[in-house]
C-alpha cells in the first residue's frame, strides 16, 4: 500500500508561479512512472505531466513550456508551474501505477486544489 500527499496548492494571480509537491510513503518514484493529473469543475481528469523512473518527462499540449515534472529521491515528485493561467484552474492529482509482480496498483493523491486569479 502507498500513500500520496499532495501539497503546494493555492491562489495565485495570472503569470505567477506555483510548485507542487507529491510525497509517497514508500520509495516507489526510482522504479515507477509519476504522473500529474488534473481536473476543473465539469471537466474530466486530464494528464498534465509524466516522469518515467529513466527521467523522460512528457507534457500535455497546454502547459509545455510553462509546467516541469522533476523528482529529487524516491520519495518525491514535484510540479513547477510558471506563467499560470485562469485556465490552469483545476484540484490537481499525484498518481503512480506501481508493479508488483504480475500486479500493477493505481495510486492517487487527495488532490491539492490550485486557483488562477485576480
Known amino acids: 500500500q502507498v500513500q500520496l500527499v499532495e501539497s503546494g496548492g493555492g491562489l495565485v494571480q495570472p503569470g505567477g508561479s506555483l510548485r507542487l509537491s507529491c510525497a509517497a510513503s514508500?520509495?516507489?518514484?526510482?522504479?515507477?512512472?509519476a504522473d500529474w493529473y488534473r481536473q476543473a469543475p465539469g471537466k474530466e481528469r486530464e494528464l498534465v505531466a509524466t516522469?518515467?523512473?529513466?527521467?523522460?518527462t512528457n507534457y500535455a499540449d497546454s502547459v509545455k513550456g510553462r509546467f516541469t515534472i522533476s523528482r529529487d529521491n524516491a520519495n518525491t515528485v514535484y510540479l513547477q508551474m510558471n506563467s499560470l493561467k485562469p485556465e490552469d484552474t483545476a484540484v490537481y492529482y499525484c498518481?503512480?501505477?506501481?508493479?508488483?509482480?504480475?500486479?500493477?496498483?493505481?495510486?492517487w493523491g487527495q488532490g491539492t486544489q490550485v486557483t488562477v486569479s485576480s
Open positions: 516522469l518515467t523512473p529513466g527521467g523522460s
Open positions: 498518481h503512480a501505477v506501481v508493479a508488483a509482480g504480475q500486479y500493477r496498483y493505481n495510486y
Open positions: 514508500r520509495s516507489i518514484f526510482s522504479r515507477n512512472a
